[in-house]
């Protein structure tokens, strides 16, 4: 069993800052891709960022340079620092990651985290 959690969603001002964190536990072999995911009210989950094992990030257009995506191999934890937010940042925010469970098998399952809601408004 595989378990995303996340923490440090909230409630912020325009401009302000958060910083995410998304911890997986269980039986883990190996997480490859990590990404956080946001979903606003009546609209679709829409990627926000990425990141490998090796470090390569891919941001959406529209959190570049205010979003920063990092992770913690050793923790199996993915962060999202995200600054210059925006009230267009609101929304429920889900972390994922690909995880392989066993070092005899080379399939990498998807997981997803709760979510957490970050609101931004003055």
């Known amino acids: 069993q595989v378990q995303f959690v996340e923490s440090g969603g909230g409630f912020v001002q325009p401009g302000g800052s958060l910083r995410l964190s998304c911890a997986a536990s269980g039986t883990i072999f190996s997480i490859s891709t990590m990404g956080w995911y946001r979903q606003a009210p009546g609209e679709q989950r829409d990627l926000v960022a990425t990141i490998r094992s090796t470090g390569s990030t891919n941001y959406a257009d529209s959190v570049k340079g205010r979003f920063t995506i990092s992770r913690d191999n050793a923790k199996n934890t993915v962060y999202l620092q995200m600054n210059s937010l925006k009230p267009e940042d609101t929304a429920v925010y889900y972390c994922?990651?690909?995880?392989?469970?066993?070092?005899?098998?080379?399939?990498?399952?998807?997981?997803w985290g709760q979510g957490t809601q970050v609101t931004v408004s003055s």
């Open positions: 994922n990651g690909a995880v392989r469970t066993t070092a005899w098998s080379y399939t990498f399952r998807d997981y």
